[in-house]
C-alpha cells in the first residue's frame, strides 16, 4: 500500500503559476511511476504528466494541452513528486490528483495506476 497526499491547490487568476505537491510513503520511491491527473466537473479524468525511470534517467511525459507550461519533477530525497504550473489558464480548474504505479514506462491511462490520492483542487478565475 502506498499512500499519496497532495497540496499546493488554490484560487489564482489567468496567468499566475503553482506548485503542487504530492508526498508518498513509498519505500522504493525511485522505482514508482508518478503522474498527475484532473478531473473538471462533469469531465473524465484527464492525463497531464508523469514521470518514470528509464534506463537511469526519469523520464517525463505531457499531456499535448500542458506542454511547455507544467512541469513534473520528483525529490528522491523527499519522497515527492511535484508539478509546477505556469501561464495557468481558467481551463485549467480541475481538482487534480497524483497517482502511482510499480515500476514501467510512463503511460497516461488511469487504469494503469493503483495509487491514487484525493486530489487538490485548482481554480484560475479569468
Known amino acids: 500500500q502506498v499512500d499519496l497526499v497532495e497540496s499546493g491547490g488554490g484560487l489564482v487568476q489567468a496567468g499566475d503559476s503553482l506548485k503542487l505537491s504530492c508526498a508518498t510513503s513509498a519505500r522504493t520511491f525511485s522505482a514508482y511511476a508518478m503522474a498527475w491527473f484532473r478531473q473538471a466537473p462533469g469531465k473524465e479524468r484527464e492525463f497531464v504528466a508523469a514521470t518514470a525511470i528509464r534506463w537511469s534517467t526519469f523520464k517525463t511525459y505531457y499531456s499535448d494541452s500542458v506542454k511547455g507550461r507544467f512541469t513534473i519533477s520528483r525529490d528522491v530525497s523527499k519522497n515527492t513528486v511535484y508539478l509546477q504550473m505556469d501561464s495557468l489558464k481558467p481551463e485549467d480548474t480541475a481538482l487534480y490528483y497524483c497517482?502511482?504505479?510499480?515500476?514501467?514506462?510512463?503511460?497516461?491511462?488511469?487504469?494503469?495506476?493503483?495509487?491514487w490520492g484525493q486530489g487538490t483542487q485548482v481554480t484560475v478565475s479569468s
Open positions: 497517482a502511482a504505479r510499480t515500476g514501467g514506462a510512463n503511460t497516461d491511462r488511469p487504469d494503469d495506476y493503483a495509487y
